[in-house]
């Protein structure tokens, strides 16, 4: 059963209902979103009803739930969530929700301060609103290059800064969820962490906007079920991230489950990108798989950029270059307004 609060509720009235439900010996989850507060409720569900929360200031609607992820069902309203991402007292921020259609561009692993500026600065100009980076690079391979860490955050924090765009970055270890969550704007769960549950309570935890990537063996449920850990710790700011999953198919490293993107959207309220990338591991791959994406009702795209994918210290191959970058910003011109999305970015004209 889930609390749904209005939208101007007060912290005495969350807290009024909270203490209530406490007094009835069940326990409250409060996730705080842009535009909505949830109480998860924990315990029995005869003695909730009871206690007559509908009726409470503040309280807009009381649901039960049959699904086991109640705070990122679709069940609790029918409002698809729009999360914003690097607002603060000078930004307004990057929307990523129903109306728009946001880019999210960048290298895959940042190498140097020039090699990042200059990706930046590509993907701004291709409309990315928004700059991907890893500072830390969880690798299958353990020789592979595992990414520059802290010094990787300075420089992506310092790229961002230079060109305008919030930061999104990967986080690989609780214990560096604090420093992570100090130089970036959102915090990616990589797709090998997407079950690792003492990250999602951390990350959870930070208020800071959440990417979730979908494991490559997870099914849709296991993909929610971590979302609700991070919602569970307060924190209904998760943007979910389909980036292929493994079926018996060699072609690709992943096969793209774009069936995955409205079958989401039904389940729940998260806005939902494609990385097109890392599902094709080929550049040549991206531009279609970008238009399926957009066509299928994505929120947005997570690409791969590279001033020079040839000597890409990670997944030079699937990174895009000058010519790529501008057809993805031309389809994106494009076909965005064909399913009723804006683009927040300035996109080339083709």
Known sequence: ????????????????????????????????????????????????????????????????????????????????STVVVGRDATRAGVPIGPDHFTLLAGPCAVESLDQTLESAEMAKA??????????FRPQTLPYAFHGLGKSGLRILAEAGAATGLP?????????????????????????????????????????????????IQATIEEWLMAAEYVAQRGNLDIVLCERGIRTFESATPATLDISSVPTVQRLSHLPVLVDPTHASGRRDLVLPLSRAAIAAGADGLLVDIHPDPESALCDGPQALAGPEIR?????????????????????PSP
């Open 1 to 80: 059963m889930v609390v749904i609060m209005t939208s101007d509720a007060t912290e005495a009235q969350i807290d009024d209902v909270i203490s209530r439900v406490h007094r009835a010996g069940g326990e409250a989850f409060v996730s705080r979103g842009l535009h909505r507060t949830i109480i998860g409720l924990l315990g029995d569900v005869d003695e909730f009803r009871s206690l007559n929360l509908r009726r409470m200031a503040g309280v807009a609607d009381v649901i039960r739930i049959s699904t086991p992820y109640k705070l990122v069902s679709r069940d609790q309203g029918p409002e698809r």
């Open 126 to 135: 291709a409309g990315a609103t928004l700059l991907r980076g890893g500072a």
């Open 167 to 215: 930061v999104v970055t990967e986080v690989t270890e609780v214990s560096d969820v604090a420093l992570v969550a100090e130089h970036a704007d959102m915090l990616q769960i990589g797709a090998r962490n997407m079950q690792n549950f003492g990250l999602l309570n951390a990350v959870g935890a930070t208020r800071k906007p959440v990417l979730l990537k979908r494991g």
């Open 327 to 347: 057809e993805l910003a031309a389809a994106i011109r494009r076909m965005a307004p064909l399913v009723d999305r804006q683009t927040p970015g300035v996109t």
